[in-house]
């Protein structure tokens, strides 16, 4: 929807620092007991290595746990956000205060490995659809606390994020209809309250369908329709609306849905069907 052309970069770096100071108040609380054993004045080398095949995404969050805790803690990046990693391949090496480098560490593996995590899967359904013109659509399944960090990382892994949250775009669904009483009438709610936002409108039916393209929907999610389904309903649409289908997608099927002839597939697996990759932090 309308923040679906956000640029390839994290978010600001204001908001970095405030989300991974909360991910290291929940680690480092009042302080590291254990590497408080290390001598204060003791410096450190350290490799981190990827174990499995992988998207890198979170640098950004990997350096702020460490540069929260100390700021003098040197980061030398062999890859960037985006790229390919082959299992086994150094990402980083950091020197740096040895007690500051223990702190951190487990901090700033989460967000390597979530995010990561996020833009692998995320590669793995682009190349599913590729060469078919249809972008795939994150949605809100996100993990709490999580939303920029996996919105950004799906950007990375070559899919396309939906609105942020419920604030920066409008999507009408079964209840709002219910409660405006009719599509029509909802949608006439939406254009009067949010004239400068996106508006979308859920429909169950080719019947609902044709009322929303009726009432001047000019983008439509088709919810749970079959490839059958699908298919009509691009013939009823005849591209007078942006056509997203969503529905409990399965990677195997995606690449039939895309040949539907359907603009946009949401995807609430890509944030909420998460594996962590593997990444461990050897001291050399």
Request: glycine content about 8%; aromatic content about 4%; hydrophobic content about 45%.
């Amino acid at each position: 929807m309308g923040s679906n052309e956000l640029a390839f970069s994290p978010p600001e770096p204001e908001r970095i620092r405030e989300q991974v100071a909360l991910a290291l108040a929940e680690d480092v609380g009042s302080g590291d007991r254990t590497a408080a054993l290390i001598p204060s004045g003791a410096r450190s080398r350290v490799r981190v290595v990827c174990r499995e095949e992988a998207v890198l995404c979170g640098a950004a969050w990997f350096e702020h746990a460490f540069s929260l805790l100390d700021g003098e803690v040197r980061v030398h990046w062999f890859a960037a956000d985006g790229e390919a990693l082959e299992a086994g391949q150094t990402v980083c090496e950091l020197e740096g205060c040895s007690r500051t480098l223990l702190s951190g560490e487990r901090t700033a593996l989460n967000y390597l490995q979530t995010l990561s995590g996020t833009a692998t899967l995320a590669r793995e359904y682009a190349r599913a659809v590729a060469g078919t013109g249809v972008r795939l659509l994150d949605t809100r399944k996100t993990l709490p606390g999580l939303r920029l960090q996996q919105k950004y990382a799906v950007r990375c892994g070559g899919c396309h994020n939906h609105r942020i949250g419920l604030y920066d775009a409008i999507l009408i669904k079964e209840n709002h209809i219910l409660a405006a009483g009719s599509i029509g009438a909802a949608l006439r709610a939406a254009r009067a309250s949010a004239p400068d936002l996106e508006i979308e409108i859920e429909v169950e039916s080719l019947a609902e369908l044709e009322e929303a393209l009726e009432a001047g929907a000019r983008r439509i999610l088709l919810d749970n329709f079959g490839l059958a389904r699908l298919r009509d309903a691009v013939a009823l649409n005849a591209g007078r609306a942006r056509l997203e289908s969503s529905g409990n997608v399965t990677l195997e099927q995606l690449r039939e849905l895309a040949l539907t002839g359907v603009d946009d597939i949401s995807i609430g697996a890509l944030t909420k069907h998460l594996r962590a990759i593997d990444f461990s932090m050897r001291f050399l």
